[in-house]
């Protein structure tokens, strides 16, 4: 018969700044010198944008090269 154990710990994997669930807008900056969206052709740079979430600002986010800021 095997022996269980008790439950896994799960490591905590969640992005350091995340973006809310539901954002409305937020304000993003650029980490890493000026970053263009791809599909809107908006510049982001240190000065705060104030966009909604999509596709690509998420991937952006969840790699570090944008982050969400309060202005």
């Known amino acids: 018969m095997?022996?269980?154990t008790g439950?896994?710990?799960v490591?905590?994997?969640s992005p350091v700044?995340?973006?809310p669930a539901n954002p409305g807008q937020v304000y993003v900056v650029a980490?890493?010198?000026d970053l263009r969206?791809?599909?809107?052709n908006v510049v982001f740079t240190k000065d705060p944008k104030k966009v909604s979430i999509d596709g690509f600002l998420q991937a952006q986010l969840d790699a570090g090269k944008l982050?969400?800021?309060?202005p």
């Open 17 to 19: 700044n995340p973006a």
């Open 37 to 40: 969206h791809l599909y809107t």
């Open 7 to 9: 439950p896994k710990e």
């Open 31 to 33: 980490v890493h010198g």
């Open 67 to 70: 982050q969400v800021v309060n």
């Open 2 to 4: 095997a022996k269980t």
């Open 11 to 13: 490591e905590d994997t």
